[in-house]
């Protein structure tokens, strides 16, 4: 009586290679958001991830000190021109990081400054497919001319940002949300970034590798940076001990 292989290896690497394969294609729907709220009391912001629809989340409030007196001697308000030249350095800073891939290197540009997360994250970020981006803002800058004004200048930025992340983001039909509201009735300022997208498992495993490195050069450069303060330090040790050296 002669045995038969109940299936054959080809069988097998085939169902082992789609299954690979779906794995890397597995979606994993995302959602943040990042919302800011200043006022007369002080100023906080929350920042929250989800993966999975929701089952799971992970939450960070995030107080924020007084930035300085604002109109009429109020406390907790940005001075306008400070709140809107780091809006625009923002905005300055997401189009000047786009990046050129060349083959065998991705996502290693010589114009972006090696951050830790950075990097990563924006890969994931141009990775991903948006469903939906959103950033609402009421502005309250204390009186009415400057709110106007501020709430115009603020325009401008999100048309800025708008337009960077049409050039290097996957947006569904009509996204980014951008909107800016002016409130002249003196309840504060309230800022939301809202975002909701899908991943693949395969361009989480792509990155993966990126954060590593990023991490890892991130330790070196701060084992080299504290060498020379512990030498300057036995060396000023030193010189202390013997003052008539």
């Not at 950033?135 to 709110?147: K, N, P």
Request: charged content about 20%; glycine content about 12%; overall charge positive.
């Amino acid at each position: 009586m002669t045995s038969v292989s109940w299936v054959h290896p080809g069988v097998w690497a085939a169902a082992l290679l789609l299954a690979v394969v779906v794995l890397l294609l597995f979606p994993i729907p995302f959602r943040f958001t990042f919302s800011y709220r200043g006022a007369e009391a002080g100023e906080e912001a929350v920042f929250e991830f989800s993966l999975f629809g929701g089952r799971w989340v992970r939450r960070q409030v995030i107080p924020l000190p007084e930035i300085g007196p604002g109109p009429a001697g109020g406390t907790g308000r940005a001075d306008l021109s400070a709140f809107v030249g780091k809006a625009a350095d923002i905005a300055h800073r997401l189009v000047g990081r786009e990046e050129r891939l060349t083959p065998g290197r991705p996502f290693c540009g010589a114009t972006v400054e090696p951050d830790t997360y950075a990097r990563p994250v924006l890969a994931l970020a141009r990775m991903a497919w948006w469903t939906r981006l959103s950033w609402r803002t009421v502005l309250d800058l204390g009186d009415a001319a400057r709110t106007g004004l501020g709430a115009g200048l603020l325009w401008a930025v999100k048309g800025t940002l708008a337009a960077a992340a049409r050039q290097v983001l996957r947006l569904s039909a009509g996204q980014p949300e951008f909107l800016v509201t002016p409130d002249f009735e003196g309840d504060g300022t309230l800022s939301v970034i809202e975002g909701r997208g899908v991943l693949r498992v395969g361009q989480l495993l792509l990155v993966a590798p990126m954060l590593v490195r990023s991490v890892l050069g991130h330790r070196r450069s701060g084992r080299r940076s504290a060498t020379p303060r512990n030498e300057s330090r036995t060396a000023g040790a030193r010189s202390g001990r013997h003052p008539g050296g």
